[in-house]
């Protein structure tokens, strides 16, 4: 890595495209904090529905209250978490509550942060900027596995996972705040036919072309 400390490298994706995998081990291979923000969101929406409350129409008071247990629990990757998420995000006042400390965490020392709105909105001046996507068939594999630990072999479960993740990719790019898509200076990694460690070689090949990262 570069002898900067304050780097910042925003990796931004629809779910399940490999772009958490990725901001993972790119953090543990440069030496930086990683943030998951999508977390942040998830766990907004976890108190929002304990709580028993519309997601659609709630969710800044718990943004302003999130404290760092709320980010441990081990129920935020459900189907319900995953609809209830995508409606908080759309809420302006939730993602004015998170943006700052989002800031916050990777100006301390720098960060490798994922999302959808790094590169366009959290740090429209990171230094590099990585686009991950895959099709909605291969997501959809992957979010079944992440669930079940197995492939799934049902097409009809899978025409559904299928059906999910597009609504999610939808709500999220029409969202009047902060949409999901690409930052016009990002570069776009399509996953579906590369493993995780491929995909790691081709975005330090990226920061290895602007001299951010010097290993072989």
């Given amino acids: 890595?570069?002898?900067?400390?304050?780097?910042i490298v925003a990796v931004d994706g629809p779910a399940a495209a490999g772009k958490g995998t990725l901001a993972r081990a790119l953090a543990e291979t440069l030496g930086l904090p990683y943030l998951d923000t999508g977390l942040l969101y998830r766990a907004v929406a976890r108190r929002v529905l304990d709580q028993g409350k519309n997601p659609a129409e709630c969710g800044a008071e718990q943004a302003r209250v999130l404290q760092t247990e709320d980010l441990q629990r081990d129920d935020l990757r459900a189907s319900e978490v995953d609809r209830a998420a995508s409606l908080v995000a759309r809420q302006p006042s939730v993602r004015a509550a998170l943006l700052e400390r989002q800031r916050e965490f990777g100006q301390a020392h720098g960060a490798v942060v994922d999302g959808r709105d790094i590169g366009t909105v959290v740090f429209p001046n990171a230094d590099v900027k990585l686009f991950i996507t895959a099709s909605p068939e291969v997501r959809a594999q992957r979010r079944y596995k992440q669930r079940h630990g197995v492939l799934c072999d049902d097409p009809a479960l899978l025409a559904e996972e299928v059906a999910a993740l597009v609504a999610r990719d939808e709500q999220d790019a029409s969202r009047a705040v902060s949409p999901l898509r690409p930052a016009d200076n990002a570069i776009q990694i399509l996953t579906d036919d590369l493993g995780a460690e491929a995909v790691l070689h081709r975005a330090l090949d990226v920061?290895?072309?602007?001299?951010?990262y010097s290993h072989s």
């Fill in 1 to 7: 890595m570069s002898g900067t400390r304050r780097l």
């Fill in 207 to 212: 920061l290895r072309d602007r001299g951010l």
